[in-house]
């Protein structure tokens, strides 16, 4: 996996490094923009949720107010919540989801729930306190069409400048990720529920 | 990017997601096996050191102790570590590297730098009280040949049943996916960098 040879001589090491140094510092210098991000993660594979609470997390250490509506109840770890709920100032965290589709098996309850969600969402998103905001798991709600992909679009198009909006969940819809700054495909290469491997604590929850 | 057309008729909702939970919790009767995960964050899109760092979070949530090696000083989120040393009795985190070798240099201090990591690595792997150790950005160190890979395999393969190992960077080496249980590739379909955006608090660090 490799794209290039690494060096084993001291000497031509510092000199290839030194002229990838000067290269990343020219690179760097040229990113000046400051802006509020919307950030997809997608994909099958697992990190899309875990790594959108890494950055609430980065929010929490810098003192930065984060707001999370949990469209899908159920979808997120117990043991991150826990954890976030220690900082009450700098979280909000709603809850609106009544589980995952195939769980509720109730479609008109689940377009009224995401509904709700949406409104929540759209309040943090205004509200200039919350400097990061996640949808989590709208992508599913989205995928079935649970809220008017053009309304979401809309207002994630028009959010305030220097708010970052994170989206997560599978499925994202190509609308969603053309009008997004930074898109991550999670790609599941191996996976040890294949094996007969349960879902863990601090791995999966 | 979706993979089968959502229903949107009530009552055949209902039945298709009906049959999709069954399907579900018959995968899911199938696993029952707990071990401990050598679990792999590669690929060139972001989110593979936060997405480790949410598991960490997740343990503390959980009350398991977690133990971090960084391999790269500087690779790692202030952030994230403002908050993890919140909890000093269930995170452990030793800063080991000097900064990415582009940075350093001189590829003698670099194999100093990354001997001294894995041998404290080690040490938390043999340690009963850490279930999670995360060996952060490891396959940098890896790729560079800065430490024998048949060493670090040898390591890991043998770690003792119940731990947690999450192993994340760039190029991640075939053999170490080879042994792995669980490896996600992140792959970067957009990224603002592109358009002049700096790197940014709460986001990059």
New interface residues.
């Given amino acids: 996996?490799?794209?290039e040879t690494?060096?084993?001589?001291?000497a031509r090491?510092?000199e290839k490094?030194?002229k990838?140094?000067a290269a990343?510092a020219k690179?760097?210098a040229?990113?000046?923009?400051?802006?509020g991000?919307l950030?997809?993660?997608?994909?099958k594979?697992?990190?899309?949720s875990?790594?959108a609470?890494?950055?609430v997390?980065?929010?929490?250490?810098?003192g930065?107010k984060?707001g999370v509506i949990q469209f899908v109840k159920g979808a997120w770890?117990?043991?991150?919540?826990?954890?976030l709920e220690?900082?009450p100032d700098l979280v909000t965290i709603k809850a609106m989801g009544e589980g995952f589709?195939?769980?509720?098996?109730?479609?008109?309850r689940d377009i009224a729930h995401s509904r709700a969600a949406w409104e929540e969402a759209k309040k943090m998103i205004a509200d200039p306190d919350y400097?990061?905001v996640l949808l989590d798991e709208l992508n599913i709600v989205l995928?079935?069409?649970y809220l008017p992909l053009e309304e979401v679009l809309e207002v994630l198009r028009n959010k305030p400048e220097g708010k970052?909006v994170v989206v997560t969940g599978r499925?994202?819809?190509?609308e969603l990720?053309e009008v997004?700054?930074?898109?991550?495909?999670?790609?599941?290469?191996?996976?040890?529920?294949r094996?007969?491997?349960?879902?863990?604590?601090?791995?999966e929850?």
């Avoid at 950030?39 to 994909?43: A, D, M, N, R």
Wanted: proline residues 2%; glycine residues 10%.
């Fill in positions: 996996m490799t794209d690494p060096d084993h001589d001291n090491h510092h490094m030194a990838k140094k990343r690179i760097m040229g990113k000046t923009i400051e802006k991000l950030i997809v993660h997608t994909g594979g697992k990190g899309k875990t790594a609470f890494g950055m997390f980065r929010c929490v250490g810098h930065m984060s770890a117990t043991g991150e919540r826990t954890v220690k900082f589709t195939w769980e509720t098996q109730d479609r008109e400097k990061m995928r079935y069409d970052h499925n994202a819809k190509d990720i997004a700054d930074l898109v991550t495909e999670m790609e599941q290469v191996k996976h040890p529920f094996s007969g491997v349960k879902a863990q604590a601090g791995i929850f």
